[in-house]
């Protein structure tokens, strides 16, 4: 059973604590040694990708302090029972379960009567067949044309990573003509920003999409109210000219 404290209270830490400001990276990187450092400081990762971690403020005996400090708080079997579906999140006595989305290791993992690897497998299926139905023209609008325009609803994480990469791949998509739909972001809790984005926007070209990893994200809920109102008050406005 693993043991839960904070990092700062452990041996390791503290020993990493007065390592601190060793290492010159301008120094590290100038030196004759350079390239044997940016050679070996490289990990190989997934789809050809390569993590290199050369100019970052690390030599052998910080690498083996952080080696350590991993061992002492167990770091391996911590992120085994978060896979696993253990209760980690300590403070609200619960599973922490958004990496499903992202791959399927360990164990099924049971909670309310389901087995939230299959649910995740499935949702993810659902997403697909949305996305498919709206790109290929199967779902239109009410006059029958194609959405061009998406609009995400989100906070925190729930905007950040989608948005991250919409912005990474949005050039690339478009150089390689797999481009489909122009992405737009609300997240901030300044109605004027909400505002300005949904008047950008081809309303009778949009989706909206609300992101909530808990489905009662205040934020979320208040910006989402504030879109069906900006539209609502635009319907009633054409209807009455």
């Known amino acids: 059973m693993v043991t839960w404290a904070n990092a700062d209270t452990l041996s390791s830490w503290k020993k990493l604590m007065s390592l601190k400001g060793m290492v010159s990276v301008k120094e590290e990187l100038s030196s004759r040694d350079a ?11 997934a789809e050809g990708l390569t993590y290199n971690y050369a100019a970052k403020q690390v030599n052998e005996q910080i690498l083996k ?14 992120f085994a029972a978060l ?3 253990e209760v980690v999140n300590t403070g609200e006595k619960r599973m922490v379960l958004h990496h499903l989305t992202r791959g399927q290791l ?9 087995n939230k ?25 009410e006059k029958g044309e194609k959405y061009t325009q998406v609009c995400q609803i989100g906070i925190g994480g729930s905007d950040l990573g989608p948005r991250a990469m919409y912005l990474a791949l949005e ?9 489909k739909m122009e992405a737009h972001f609300i997240s901030n809790v300044d109605p004027d920003d909400g505002a300005a984005v949904v008047a950008s926007l081809d309303l009778a070209h949009t ?3 609300l992101v909530s990893k808990s489905g009662t994200t205040l934020e979320t809920l208040t910006n989402e109210s504030f879109v069906k109102d900006f539209i609502k008050k635009l319907v009633l406005m054409f209807q009455s000219t």
Request: proline residues 1%; without cysteine.
């Open 65 to 78: 302090t952080l080696q350590d400090l991993s061992d002492e708080s167990e770091l391996l079997e911590k």
């Open 171 to 179: 050039n690339w998509a478009k150089a390689n003509n797999t481009f």
């Open 35 to 45: 390239v044997k450092r940016i050679r070996e400081y490289s990990v190989p990762m």
């Open 117 to 141: 690897r299959d649910f995740y497998i499935k949702e993810q299926k659902r997403i697909a067949e949305f996305a498919d139905k709206v790109h290929s023209g199967k779902l239109l609008n």
């Open 207 to 209: 989706i909206f999409i």
């Open 83 to 85: 896979y696993n579906g």
């Open 106 to 114: 360990g164990n099924d993992v049971m909670a309310d009567g389901t």
